[in-house]
């Protein structure tokens, strides 16, 4: 993460608002930086601009690795390691061959996108979130627009959530600390003091 990042945040409490204000903001050439919801909100990935998931190319890739390895360690198996005759079929049976092959496709395709979803996403065992707004988690959408990445000032990007009906705005910086946080004093913290909604900070 970077360093000594200053954002603007802006609290919805409506899914339709928010839409509408992603689209509002967007078409005045506002860069949003990311959107926080306590659920998935329909079209809100259209309305920021998202280009389409890999995650099915990746799910096909997977999944045919999976059958592959499966009809060649059966071939290998049955075959040419240790053929036997198992009811009258032939030692490379393909009819014989597909629940297996059915199985381990489904279990590479699975953990594959999982791991695939986790690496991409930057989501580390020891990764510890940058939380703009606890809300997020309970009952309020966040809007968080950097501002390294617009021209205009905090007072009009302020002006411009209000415009949109935020309830709320304000200012969010996050040090180098914030930024890099110690996993380890992470935990501690979050199983000492617990996770509060109603609280801004990290720690």
Do not use: C
């Amino acid at each position: 993460m970077e360093s000594n990042k200053h954002f603007v945040v802006g609290i919805f409490n409506d899914q339709d608002i928010l839409i509408n204000a992603v689209k509002k903001i967007r078409s005045e050439g506002v860069k949003i930086h990311e959107v926080y919801s306590p659920y998935p909100v329909h079209h809100l990935e259209h309305a920021l601009g998202y280009k389409r998931s890999h995650m099915p190319v990746a799910a096909f890739f997977f999944g045919l690795t999976g059958t592959i390895l499966a009809i060649l360690m059966q071939t290998l198996m049955m075959g040419v390691d240790w053929p036997m005759i198992i009811g009258g079929k032939p030692f490379i049976s393909i009819p014989a061959f597909v629940p297996v092959t059915f199985e381990l496709t489904v279990l590479l395709a699975a953990y594959g996108m999982g791991f695939y979803f986790f690496i991409t996403q930057d989501l580390g065992p020891t990764r510890v979130p940058r939380i703009f707004d606890r809300r997020a988690t309970d009952d309020k959408h966040v809007m968080a627009i950097d501002l390294s990445e617009n021209t205009r000032s905090e007072d009009e990007l302020k002006v411009l959530l209000e415009s949109v009906e935020a309830e709320e705005s304000y200012r969010k910086d996050f040090t180098d600390e914030e930024n890099e946080p110690s996993f380890g004093k992470y935990l501690i913290d979050v199983l000492t003091n617990g996770v509060t909604s109603s609280s801004r900070q990290l720690n």
